[in-house]
C-alpha cells in the first residue's frame, strides 16, 4: 500500500517542477493534453463517494447505490458533450469570471459563495472516509490520522497544483482499474456461493432499480446539475490545449467513473452481509485487508487513500482557486506572481483544513449525504444562469440573473428544511427557470419598439 501511495505522489512531485507560475498551478499552462484532461477529472471524482461511501451504502440499498457513480459519469457524458467547448473557447479561469462577463460583479460573488461552500461539502464527503481508513490501517486516532491525510494532500497537490492533480490521477486510475473489478468478481462469486447472506435482502436488492425511478431520478439531477457548475472540472476544461482536447478528456474521464462504482458496491454488500457487526464505512477497506491476497488488497488500498486523497486535493484546488483569484487577490492588490502563487497555494491549504475540521465535526455521518447536498447547494442556482449565458450570452439583464439565483437557492433551502414531498434540487431549478423566463419576457417586452398613434 505504501509504495502504491509512494509511487503516485512522486509522479505528481515530479510534475510540480514546471510549475512556476499562478497560472501554471491552478490552469497548468493552458497546455493540457487528452490524458492530463481525463486523468485530473477521474482522479477528482472517483474519491471516497464513489467508492468506500458506495460500498457503504450498498450494505442497506444493494446494487442501486451505483446510481452515483453512474450519475457523475452521465455528467461528464454532457459537459463533455455539450459544455466543453464554448467554455474553452473563452480562454478564462473561474466559474465566477465567466458569469461576472455576462451578469456583472453581484453574480459572480454570489457565484464564488454558494460554488464553494458546495465544493468543500463535497470535499468533506472524501474527507470522512480518509480519517475513518487511515484510522483504522495505521491505529492512530482520529486527530492524528487526520493530521496524517492533510499531509498526503500537501505532498499531492499543493507543490504542482493541476499538473500533480492530473499525473496523480491518471496513475490513481490505473491501480483502482487493475485491482477493485478482480477483487469485486470475486465478492460476486463469494456470494453466489451462499445464498444464505442475502436471505433477508428484499427483491431488486440486486439490481440498480431497486431504490425506485423517483430516487434515481433526484440523485442523477443532484449530480448532473452539481458537475456542470463545478470549478474543479470546469478548471480543468479551462487548461487543456484546445476545446477539442477538454471534450474528449471529459468523455475518457466519463467511461473511467460510470463502472467503477460496481465492484465497490459488491464488496459493500458482501462485507455488510457477512459481517453485520462492522461500522458500515470500513465494509470495502476490510474486505481488502481480509479476503484479498496482500498484493492485490495493498495495491487497492493504496489507490483508495489516493482516490480519496486525489479528490480533496482536486476540490479544493477549486475552491482554492475561486477564493484566491475572484476574492482575495484583487481584496489585497496582490500584482507579483510569485504573491499569487503563494496566495494560491495557501487557499488550497485553507480550504482542505475546513473540510477536516467540518468532517470531524461530523464523523458518524453518511458520505453520499454530503456529496448529493453538495451538489444541490453549487448547482441549483447557477446552472440554468450558467446555461444561459452559455449558450445565448446577456439573454437577461443582471438583475434578473442574480434574483434567479438567489431565489433558487434560498427555495432549496426552505424545501429541505421543512421536508415538503419534492426533492430541493427541483424546487431550487423550478424557481430558477421560472425568474429567468420572467426576465426573458421583461427583456422582450422593454426591447419591442413602441406604435406611433
Not at 249 to 257: E, K, N, R, S
Request: net charge positive; charged share 10%; hydrophobic share 55%.
Amino acid at each position: 500500500m505504501a509504495m502504491t501511495i509512494l509511487v503516485v505522489l512522486a509522479g505528481g512531485l515530479y510534475a510540480a517542477r514546471s510549475v512556476h507560475s499562478a497560472e501554471g498551478f491552478s490552469l497548468g499552462g493552458r497546455s493540457a493534453g487528452i490524458p492530463m484532461i481525463a486523468g485530473s477529472i477521474a482522479g477528482t471524482c472517483v474519491g471516497g463517494g464513489a467508492t468506500v461511501g458506495t460500498a457503504q451504502l450498498a450494505g442497506s440499498v444493494g446494487l442501486s447505490a451505483v446510481w452515483f457513480t453512474i450519475g457523475v459519469g452521465l455528467s461528464l457524458l454532457v459537459m463533455g458533450l455539450i459544455y466543453a467547448r464554448p467554455l474553452r473557447y473563452t480562454g478564462l479561469e473561474t466559474i465566477s469570471q465567466y458569469l461576472v462577463e455576462n451578469y456583472g460583479k453581484g453574480a459572480g460573488r454570489f457565484t464564488s459563495f454558494a460554488t464553494s461552500l458546495g465544493i468543500l461539502f463535497s470535499a468533506v464527503a472524501s474527507t470522512l472516509p480518509g480519517i475513518a481508513l487511515l484510522a483504522a490501517l495505521t491505529g492512530a486516532s482520529y486527530l492524528e490520522s487526520a493530521v496524517m491525510l492533510l499531509l498526503l494532500v500537501v505532498l499531492y497537490a499543493f507543490f504542482g497544483g493541476m499538473k500533480s492533480a492530473s499525473v496523480g490521477g491518471i496513475l490513481k486510475m490505473l491501480f483502482l482499474f487493475g485491482t477493485l473489478f478482480a477483487l469485486g468478481y470475486t465478492a460476486w462469486q463469494g456470494l453466489m456461493a451462499a445464498p444464505a447472506l442475502l436471505a433477508d435482502k428484499p427483491a431488486g436488492f440486486f439490481t440498480i432499480w431497486g431504490i425506485g425511478a423517483s430516487s434515481i431520478l433526484t440523485n442523477v439531477a443532484s449530480v448532473l446539475v452539481g458537475m456542470i457548475c463545478t470549478q474543479t472540472y470546469i478548471q480543468a476544461i479551462f487548461s487543456a490545449a484546445t476545446p477539442r482536447t477538454a471534450a474528449v478528456g471529459l468523455i475518457l474521464a466519463a467511461m473511467a467513473a460510470i463502472p467503477i462504482g460496481v465492484p465497490c458496491a459488491m464488496m459493500g454488500i458482501y462485507m455488510q452481509a457477512a459481517h453485520p457487526e462492522l461500522p458500515a464505512m470500513l465494509s470495502l477497506p476490510a474486505y481488502l485487508l481480509h479476503y484479498a491476497s496482500p498484493l492485490m488488497g495493498g495495491m487497492a488500498l493504496g489507490g483508495i487513500v489516493l482516490g480519496i486523497v486525489g479528490s480533496i486535493a482536486g476540490l479544493s484546488l477549486g475552491v482554492g482557486t475561486m477564493v484566491a483569484r475572484d476574492i482575495l487577490e484583487p481584496l489585497l492588490k496582490i500584482k507579483s506572481e510569485w504573491g499569487k502563487l503563494a496566495l494560491l497555494r495557501g487557499a488550497v491549504v485553507g480550504a482542505v483544513l475546513i473540510a477536516i475540521a467540518i468532517a470531524t465535526a461530523n464523523r458518524d455521518s453518511q458520505i453520499l449525504f454530503w456529496n448529493y447536498l453538495s451538489m444541490a447547494l453549487r448547482g441549483c442556482g447557477i446552472f440554468i444562469p450558467l446555461t444561459l449565458a452559455i449558450f445565448k450570452p446577456r439573454a437577461v439583464s443582471p438583475q434578473w440573473a442574480v434574483a434567479s439565483m438567489v431565489l433558487s437557492l434560498g427555495a432549496a433551502i426552505v424545501a429541505g428544511v421543512v421536508q415538503v414531498n419534492v426533492s430541493p434540487i427541483f424546487v431550487g431549478l423550478g424557481v430558477s427557470l421560472l425568474v429567468i423566463l420572467l426576465g426573458l419576457a421583461a427583456e422582450r417586452r422593454s426591447s419591442r419598439p413602441v406604435r406611433e398613434s
